[in-house]
């Protein structure tokens, strides 16, 4: 651990060494065997007892260095790592963790992780340690493996490793003087970039870190792109279907469905819930009614409505006194991966996210609550069909209005116009079956289903791959008509994926992109087809397509021709 700068000028081999032995170390010192981390530490405290301050300092400046413009290669992508990865080990032992917010560490780290931010470099232990390389691993590309802890983003999560000790001994020592704490670094801009990382398509490990670090701000739980819009509807008396009284006359309107899938513990047993005629809200079938829960005196009522907004959104703000009260329903409830949280357990390595999910309620613990039948515009390719909640033939999924309308302003729209179509309980929706059953998974999940573009791809039939294409143009086509942002871009960028990795399939592409009147994909298929627009017009190729698409193509090839060859999408 302490031999870092003389490793450091020894060249790649003994750094690599040097990675293998922190990372065991870091392993063995956040051990969950008490045993293990607690002989790990003492060990460690030893080693560092001559020159400990002196590594802590190096340490430090390797990291100013980044944040001062020096430029690093692959070796010094390795020292970063290994620099980051000994702090940590240094932070499992208290004195240096003081040591290290003496020497402003802190604020080194956060202005590290917003480096990081700003310009990610995306780094995988493979990549970085050869010894690790596996040449026959290399070759096995259709090999699926799981999704990697620590992912692409080593440099990301060992600093908010970092961060997160820091301020965990910060918390627990008085003594600590609070211009060496949080108020060192931006803490609205920090509490608004972590918030991102666990929204965004990071690493487990980094955005269980992340959540670890926004826990000693107050905010305890997952914040993820679909809590975020189903958080919105907690209190919204339209489209809800309950209500929970509280003894002093307020009441929280909530939605069955929901409570249902995220914390069934919350709904009261059996069916006997009262109706109660509401003048705010009206059912599907024009009745206005809403279950009414009438809660005991017992129940503390700002502590059950921040877990209702973890239950919504995936995550809650909270004070000391509110999370001693909230540990209480969260035990009740069964809600492990908030007590993790409001505990502040360390993450363990190795164990994924909890995931804001709400596909549970399209099967049977949510078929009763539905309201609403989505047909699917086409479903020539399905021969058999049974459902098993109704008797109806034709192919249909069974929904709910409060989910879809969540992340779909058109829905919304459409659901409380007030118009004899907001009461409508089947819609017919004009894509195929496959396109319907994708869109339906990510309103519920927010994940879309995309093909992975792997020698399995590359050996499937043209038909085949155009048939998979033709579902992402379709809901391209789809999102942008009703006003789905989040979903157009992810469907965007499966179909420049497939452009990319199939060039001829541009051909049917850009037909069908000009069908959809999906014209920035048709102009991507335009340009991939620029280097061969001699030899399609040879063939006859062009002469299958409209001819404004012609021309797009013609266009695009004197537009390469005139940059020295040079394709751009």
């Known amino acids: 651990m302490g031999t870092l700068?003389?490793?450091?000028?020894?060249?790649?081999?003994?750094?690599?060494?040097?990675?293998?032995?922190?990372?065991?170390?870091?392993?063995?010192?956040?051990?969950?065997?008490?045993?293990?981390?607690?002989?790990?530490?003492?060990?460690?405290?030893?080693?560092?007892?001559?020159?400990?301050?002196?590594?802590?300092?190096?340490?430090?400046?390797?990291?100013?260095?980044?944040?001062?413009?020096?430029?690093?290669?692959?070796?010094?992508?390795?020292?970063?790592?290994?620099?980051?990865?000994?702090?940590?080990?240094?932070?499992?032992?208290?004195?240096?963790?003081?040591?290290?917010?003496?020497?402003?560490?802190?604020?080194?780290?956060?202005?590290?992780?917003?480096?990081?931010?700003?310009?990610?470099?995306?780094?995988?232990?493979?990549?970085?340690?050869?010894?690790?390389?596996?040449?026959?691993?290399?070759?096995?590309?259709?090999?699926?493996?799981?999704?990697?802890?620590?992912?692409?983003?080593?440099?990301?999560?060992f600093s908010l490793w970092i961060l997160a000790e820091l301020l965990h001994h910060s918390a627990h020592n008085k003594k600590t003087n609070s211009s060496d704490n949080q108020e060192d670094f931006p803490r609205s801009q920090l509490i608004q970039e972590l918030q991102e990382i666990c929204r965004d398509h990071n690493s487990h490990g980094s955005r269980w870190y992340a959540a670890y670090v926004l826990s000693y701000f107050g905010i305890f739980g997952f914040p993820s792109k679909l809590g975020k819009r189903i958080g919105k509807?907690?209190?919204?008396?339209?489209?809800?279907?309950?209500?929970?009284?509280?003894?002093?006359?307020?009441?929280?309107?909530?939605?069955?469905v929901i409570l249902t899938v995220r914390c069934p513990s919350l709904l009261p047993p059996g069916e006997s819930v009262p109706k109660q005629k509401s003048s705010g809200v009206k059912s599907d079938m024009g009745r206005s009614v809403v279950k009414a829960v009438h809660l005991s005196a017992h129940v503390d009522q700002p502590s059950l409505l921040k877990l209702l907004e973890y239950v919504y959104s995936g995550y809650l703000q909270a004070n000391k006194d509110l999370v001693k009260k909230l540990k209480l329903f969260a035990r009740h409830c069964k809600l492990e991966s908030l007590m993790q949280v409001l505990c502040r357990k360390n993450p363990k390595w190795g164990v994924d996210v909890p995931r804001f999910d709400l596909s549970p309620a399209l099967g049977p613990a949510g078929h009763n609550l539905s309201n609403l039948i989505l047909e699917a515009g086409s479903t020539t390719q399905l021969v058999h069909w049974n459902c098993n909640s109704c008797s109806a033939l034709v192919p249909h999924l069974h929904v709910h209005k409060v989910i879809l309308l969540s992340s779909c302003d058109y829905l919304r729209a459409l659901f409380q116009s007030g118009m004899q179509e907001s009461n409508l309980q089947t819609i017919k929706v004009p894509v195929s079956w496959e396109s319907l059953n994708k869109l339906v998974r990510w309103f519920y999940s927010d994940r879309l289903p995309v093909p992975i573009f792997d020698c399995v791809w590359a050996n499937l039939e043209p038909e085949e791959k155009f048939r998979q294409v033709h579902t992402y143009l379709e809901l391209c086509w789809l999102a942008e008509f009703w006003l789905i942002d989040d979903l157009y871009e992810e469907c965007y960028e499966v179909v420049i994926s497939c452009i990319d990795s199939s060039q001829n399939l541009s051909t049917k592409i850009i037909q069908i992109a000009a069908n959809f009147s999906q014209w920035k994909l048709a102009q991507v298929a335009a340009n991939h087809m620029a280097p061969s627009y001699h030899q399609l017009r040879i063939s006859g190729e062009l002469d299958l397509l409209d001819d404004n698409l012609v021309e797009m193509v013609r266009a695009a090839s004197v537009r390469l021709s005139q940059q020295g060859g040079h394709r751009s999408s």
């Open 5 to 157: 700068r003389q490793v450091s000028q020894n060249g790649l081999t003994n750094m690599t060494e040097c990675e293998s032995a922190c990372r065991a170390v870091l392993m063995m010192v956040y051990s969950p065997c008490k045993y293990i981390a607690s002989l790990a530490r003492s060990i460690l405290y030893e080693i560092l007892k001559a020159d400990g301050k002196d590594y802590v300092e190096y340490l430090l400046k390797i990291l100013n260095a980044v944040l001062t413009g020096a430029k690093f290669g692959l070796p010094g992508n390795l020292q970063i790592v290994v620099s980051l990865m000994s702090l940590a080990c240094y932070c499992s032992l208290p004195t240096y963790q003081e040591l290290i917010i003496k020497f402003q560490g802190m604020k080194i780290v956060v202005a590290f992780i917003m480096w990081w931010l700003s310009n990610p470099v995306h780094l995988k232990r493979e990549s970085t340690v050869p010894h690790l390389r596996d040449s026959f691993g290399e070759r096995s590309c259709c090999y699926r493996s799981t999704e990697e802890w620590e992912g692409e983003d080593m440099l990301l999560l």
């Open 233 to 256: 509807l907690l209190g919204e008396r339209d489209h809800s279907d309950m209500k929970l009284d509280f003894v002093n006359e307020e009441s929280v309107y909530v939605h069955e």
